[in-house]
């Protein structure tokens, strides 16, 4: 028996980086997952990859009608859903705060929050048939302190925003017996990082106790805990893993 035996889950943005670990880590673990992201080629063939315990559905999270589709389709392939992370973000335009233009701010807003948000109204029902359910939502350390180095005021508001959502949506739906907590990661080395920095991460490692960046598997080991009944008392919290970067 895996860890998430019995564990239907859908993970977003799945075609790469983090994503793409949990997706390999849940399956391992013995869940069936649903992946989704708008890179279709990289999903279906990460998908195809895992075998008959995964599945791709090409989806923007901004789009509540598609969200619809995915819980429809997950659960006449694999059964009601009970576990939903909502993983898919981008980090957007680095600016100063006067010099972002409305769309940029809203593209960010878009895909972070309101994606954030169209997933749980689309899952939460499909977890009380199915009896509860966990929602792990990726946030950020920039969803705890502000971003110095690289001023982003969009995606630190978008990530402050997912903290909120999930204390709200815990605080609702606990008597459902579904969970919600949020995700803060540090710099961890994905293709995201890498393209917004350099492969260290633009030296990050100097500002981290453990003088490293993080491999996204080891995010997996945090989300797979959320995701599992080992946190069964553990709801609308947030969780920090960077290292100790904000212990500083
Ligand atoms: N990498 C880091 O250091 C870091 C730190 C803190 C938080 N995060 C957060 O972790 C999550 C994953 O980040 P990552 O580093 O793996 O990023 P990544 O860019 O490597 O992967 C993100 C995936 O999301 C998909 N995606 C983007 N927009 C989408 C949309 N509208 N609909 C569906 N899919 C979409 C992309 O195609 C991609 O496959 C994000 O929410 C990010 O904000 C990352």
Known sequence: MGRLSGKVAIITGAAQGMGEAHAKAFVEAGAKVILTDVNEKDGQALADSLGENAMFIKHDVRDGAVWKAVVEQGE???????????????????????????????????????????????????????GGGSIVNISSIAGMIACMGSPNLAYVGSKFAVRGMTKQVAAEYGP???????????????????????????????????????A?????????????????FITGMEHVIDGGMTAC
């Open 176 to 214: 459902n017996n579904v969970r919600c907590n949020s995700v803060h990661p540090g710099y961890i080395l994905t293709p995201m990082m890498v393209a917004a920095t350099d492969e260290n991460g633009g030296g990050a490692g100097d500002m981290i106790p453990l003088k490293r960046l993080a």
């Open 216 to 232: 996204p598997k080891e995010v997996s080991q945090l989300v797979m805990f959320l995701a599992s009944e080992e946190s069964s």
């Open 76 to 130: 006449a392939k694999f059964g009601t859903i009970n576990v939903l992370v909502n993983n898919a973000g981008i980090i957007g335009t680095i600016a100063h705060t006067v010099d972002f233009t409305q769309a940029e701010y809203q593209l960010v807003c878009d895909i972070n929050q309101l994606g954030t948000y169209l997933g749980m109204q689309a899952v939460i029902p499909s977890m009380i048939k199915a």
